[in-house]
């Protein structure tokens, strides 16, 4: 086979790839339940309403969770399964064994199987979910486009996430993958905002010696919280639990947390975006819904692929599960 031929099939594999994952996108669409479960939406809010009133940190789970769940097999909630035996599912995934909130997406997903049973997925529920509590936390409250169905895969050996140490342009390569810009992967960056981090995550920055890129008074105080076991800092010293454009604040005065948040500000192609999102509020609000409903769009499955599981931590039929190793 010839180079030509073989860089015109290479064309049409990717230009096969694309229209697949645009089509998929396109098959969903805001209100999707509007007819077969109205109340879909607002039994969501309000569950999330609740939580968010007792637990303000329920934004960071939701946003931790949906983030986790799309960049591995798409927004397919393959996170929310549970392992059969020894055989290892997402969920118990190194990076995955701090998430939180499956309470409250099962707690959803018990309310709409009694009001609309067999309808609404829980990839859906998560997405939802998580654009509620983006919003309590002061967010912006986007629109989202539903109709996506559960996988039938969970794998933990499937489980490769960016991690808090790498370079931006080793970050960058793990959105790209998955169809996200620059911009985009500095906007969805900006969930730090009401993030926090175990100290082992961040330790090598405080000691033996400190990173000169940290602000020393920062560096200092964290220091001493980090003395304490399993000790964890906010990720936004400031508006911990709001989401706004104060983690980029933060940032041009090297107060990053992670090695990846200060990165944001030492890298040329990423410090533009990052004094943009600092110096209008509006700007970040306006990306980061743009980002998050891209990101929730991430190899969906829709259609007749996939399924609704009845509980969103097991596959419906036995025949379905394909937990591996």
Known sequence: MNIMKMKMILSLLIFHCCVIHFVSAQLLQVGFYNSTC?????????????????????????LRMHFHDCFVRGCDASILIKSIGSKKSEREAGPNRTVRGFELIDKIKKTLETTCP???????????????????????????????????????????????????????QFFTNKGLTLNDMVTLLGAHTVGIAHCNFFQDRLSPVPDKTMDPTLA????????????????DQNMSFTVDNEYYRQITLRKGILTIDQELTLDKSSAPIVTSFAGNKDVFRQSFANAMIKMANIDVLVGSAGEIRKNCGVFNQKANRKVVN
């Open 38 to 62: 109205p109340q879909t939406e607002t039994i969501v809010r309000q569950a999330v309403q609740n939580q968010f009133n007792s637990d303000p940190s329920i934004t960071a789970a939701l």
């Open 118 to 172: 067999s309808t609404v997925s829980c990839a859906d529920i998560i997405t939802l979910a998580t654009r509620d509590s983006v919003a309590l936390a002061g967010g912006p409250n986007y629109p989202i486009p539903t109709g996506r169905r559960d996988g039938l895969i969970s794998n933990a050996a499937d489980v490769n996430l960016p991690g808090p140490s790498l370079t931006i342009p080793q970050a960058l």
């Open 220 to 235: 200092a105080q964290l220091l001493k919280t980090c003395a304490k076991s399993s000790a964890t800092a906010f990720l």
